[in-house]
């Protein structure tokens, strides 16, 4: 019997390669960046399954290229901003996500990039490469108190809900601002307080976001929302880049209108060598690796990997963004 073609937009575990290949046959774009628009065209067609990674849009185009039969797109994410997914709906394609695997890794690489900007671990690191540590004293490199400090989170969702954990454990006054969350159990349960989004603005000391890129949320972050923020207040992001207005980002950065921010995701991404915002000392900037731990990243490959196959056989995906296909 013939196995189903697929295309895999970039390399994969060995393993989970191995496993893929079993049960198809398996074009791989083996490369470290993504697949040129050409390249993924071209290599999309005839094919009966796609899986995807966050760097790679399938739109219409994708899916006039992979032709009519294409039965599923796999994407190797917890978001799927990069697919249109009202587009594949009308064409009753089923769209895989990887939800719930990453939350503890990026909630704690969230807390982690929190501490690092509140405590200036890099700037003391780069202090001393830079030869500038001469002595112990009072007022060198101080920050800011994380312990008994009011949390805000902008996006009570799966990860959402583990920051305000971890920061509950430092014995942070926790806020949140969520439409969909208010009067949530779980906050009730570890003491996390929902408020509107112009007091999380004003009364935070350590903002965190954590919803997901559209329409509503686009620039959520922008001049007006900084300006109404605390002056020693510091922002992180590791949701998506497009939540913040980078322009303003960098002007109240550099005007200290907040005093710092640590962001793992950029828009672009990655960010051109020469721009603004890496001139910046009280910025920490990651390349977009919240999630990246060994098991983390195996788990979120063979949670593709499951929604291909069971698109690829017929079946319900096990986790399926759009499950009004199966109406």
Known sequence: MKKPMVFVARHIPPAKLALLQENCDVDLWDEELPPPRDVLLARSAGKDGILSLLTDMIDAEVMDAAGSGLKVISNCAVGYDNIDVGEATARSLPVGNTPGVLTDSTADFAFGLLMAAGR??????????????????LT??????????????????????RVAKRGRGFDMRVLYYDPLCQDDPYAMQIGAECVDYET????????????????ETYHMINAETLSKMKPDAILVNTARGAVVDQEALYHALKNRVI?????????????????????????IITPHIASATVKTRNNMV??????????????????????????
């Open 200 to 215: 999380l603005l004003r009364e935070s000391d350590f903002i965190t976001l954590h919803m997901a890129l559209n329409d």
């Open 120 to 137: 200036r671990i890099v700037e003391g690191d780069q202090y001393v490469r830079a030869g500038s540590w001469k002595t112990w004293g």
């Open 259 to 283: 005093r710092a921010a640590a962001v793992d995701v950029t828009d672009p991404e990655p960010l051109p060598p020469d721009h603004p915002l890496l001139s910046l000392d009280n910025l």
């Open 302 to 327: 063979q949670i593709a990997i499951d929604n291909l196959l069971a698109g690829l056989s017929g079946e319900k995906l096990p986790h399926c963004i759009n499950p009004e296909v199966y109406a």
């Open 140 to 161: 060198t490199l101080l920050g800011e108190d994380i312990s008994g400090a009011t949390l805000g989170i902008i996006g009570f969702g799966r990860i959402g809900r």
